[in-house]
């Protein structure tokens, strides 16, 4: 890509070839492409005018506060990006449920972090948006898509005609997008993302040899936005709904021949287990991706049956982007449902916690990844960076090791180790060991210390149906599996299992409760 095109550039001109086609749909409207083109250009005059307009790449820190899935949110992502400007995600740090919002002093705090210039509203926001901008430090210039008041700059104003993109020089290593997520300790962290890599994002959709049709419930503010420009990059079109609901999601399957999802596991669990799910016609279904969790093996073979070969899963983090994969045809192989795919050629190495050196074939250790999709820096935490990011090598956090065929497998966080029975155990093995279960279809396990600080592994399980099997039953099942050692001290049965905004267990919630 020439260094003064972005990706915004990319996707404009690849659906300019079908300008009549409707490229974006969402709450019974829709966009053309030569509309939705139209507003990007015109938002981006309007905005690069506003902001100097002398021919370079802006300075400006656009932070976004819209309904999250909507043409809004993508339409002023696209133009602050187009004329360099640096994006803020405001809406939410859940990576799964859209409706998730951030509360007022977290917005606030991450505008003064950032230091944000421009806040870009919907007219649902713009009232929350005003009361932000009364508090916030520094002065914010409020901006949105036609006429929000007096003090709202309307970026539908601009003309498309006298902007030129290709004018604008945009420095590869400038910020692009600043995603924020709440991570294990549920303190936001700012994910920095530079133009090299958004670049590269939809680097894919440009080479797919098919238009995908994406319905994208997860939170375009996160990676379900990455995958909305790989998909309108391919020259194909996107549904948007502001949420998940399965029977909802199933209809517009068959309503609008869906191509491609994107899911987290208990969200394919939801679909599976859904009474139309029998009667759906999913057979326009290419490409369903799932991704944030672990998943139960004999769940996936379910799916299979039901969904056809069109199973990916994805092991990816904020901070690292994309890891590994498990293609279709993987998921035949009952051995390699257990495992998150093979990581790129060279992207992976697993690490010794202590000492840092590359740990053989087997060897437990950190997942730690370098590749081009990595972030740029936590924003506002150099300390926290330098930790994280080590001669160009983002250390995850995670442990797992790399099997003799190649395949990556998890083994939790490195905080998560739990030390019972007079060994250390990686909660995932015994996640996994319930999950093999075929009356199990979530399973968090985790650590709870008693008030002599002594740790004992209990664990939460969703089961299929209720009564499905019993809490002693599940214990001896384990037992079997791993060893009696591994068996947690307590087996709770749960409707539904407490989520993260990853859409994972949340484990410090289940070991709060516990305590309790």
Avoid at 65 to 87: E, H
Avoid at 439 to 446: E, I, L, R, T
Avoid at 448 to 473: F, N, Q, S, W, Y
């Amino acid at each position: 890509m020439p260094s003064n095109e972005t990706y915004v550039s990319q996707i404009l001109e690849v659906i300019s070839a079908e300008p009549e086609k409707v490229v974006l749909s969402w709450q019974d409207r829709t966009l053309t492409a030569a509309e939705l083109t139209a507003m990007v250009r015109s938002a981006a005059q309007a905005l690069h005018r506003h902001t100097g307009g002398d021919g370079k790449a802006t300075d400006a820190v656009v932070a976004v506060l819209t309904v999250t899935n909507t043409a809004p949110t993508l339409v002023l992502r696209y133009a602050a990006n187009l004329i360099g400007a640096t994006v803020v995600h405001l809406h939410t740090t859940n990576a799964v449920d859209p409706a998730d919002h951030l509360a007022a002093d977290a917005k606030l705090k991450i505008l003064q972090e950032t230091g944000a210039t421009h806040l870009a509203v919907d007219a649902e926001n713009v009232t929350a948006a005003r009361e932000l901008s009364e508090r916030s430090r520094t002065p914010l210039v409020l901006v949105g898509l036609g006429d929000l008041g007096p003090d709202v700059l309307d970026l539908t104003a601009g003309n498309p005609d006298a902007f030129d993109p290709a004018a604008i020089e945009i420095g590869l290593d400038r910020t692009a997008v600043v995603t924020y997520t709440s991570g294990t300790t549920g303190e936001p962290k700012g994910i920095a993302v530079d133009f090299r890599t958004r670049n590269g994002f939809i680097s894919a959709g440009l080479q797919m040899g098919w238009r995908s049709v994406y319905l994208a419930t997860l939170p375009l503010s996160h990676s379900s936005g990455a995958t909305t420009d790989d998909s309108l990059a391919s020259g194909g079109s996107v549904v948007l709904r502001d949420g998940f609901e399965p029977g909802d999601v199933l209809r517009s399957v068959e309503r609008h021949g869906i191509t491609r999802m994107l899911l987290s596991p208990p969200q394919l669990y939801m679909l599976m287990d859904h009474s139309e799910a029998g009667s759906a016609d999913l057979s326009s279904l290419q490409m369903v991706t799932y991704v944030g969790s672990p998943a139960s093996p004999e769940r996936l073979a379910e799916a299979v049956k039901l969904f056809g070969d069109v199973l990916i899963q994805v092991y990816a983090t904020s901070e690292a982007g994309f890891v590994s994969m498990l293609s279709p045809a993987e998921h035949l192989d009952a051995r390699l449902r257990t495992t998150v795919g093979r990581p790129m050629p060279g992207w992976v190495r697993i690490r010794d916690r202590d000492d840092s050196r590359v740990l053989p074939t087997g060897e437990t250790g950190e997942v730690c990844v370098r590749s081009a999709f990595t972030m740029s820096e936590y924003v506002g935490e150099p300390e926290l960076t330098a930790r994280t990011v080590r001669d160009g090598w983002v250390h995850t956090g995670d442990l797992g090791f790399v099997d003799g065929d190649g395949y990556l497998h998890l083994r939790g966080r490195i905080g998560e180790v739990i030390k019972t029975n007079g060994i250390k155990i990686h909660p995932v093995t015994v996640e996994n060991a319930f999950l093999a279960h075929p009356d199990v279809v979530q399973a968090g396990v985790f650590c709870v210390r008693d008030k002599d600080r002594i740790e004992h592994m209990h664990a939460a399980v969703v089961l299929r149906e209720p009564g499905a099997v019993t809490a002693a039953e599940l214990a001896d099942h384990v037992g079997a599996v791993i060893s009696p050692k591994h068996v947690p001290a307590k087996i709770g049965i749960r409707t539904a299992l407490p989520l993260t905004g990853a859409g994972k267990p949340d484990k410090a919630r289940l070991a709060a409760e516990a305590s309790v």
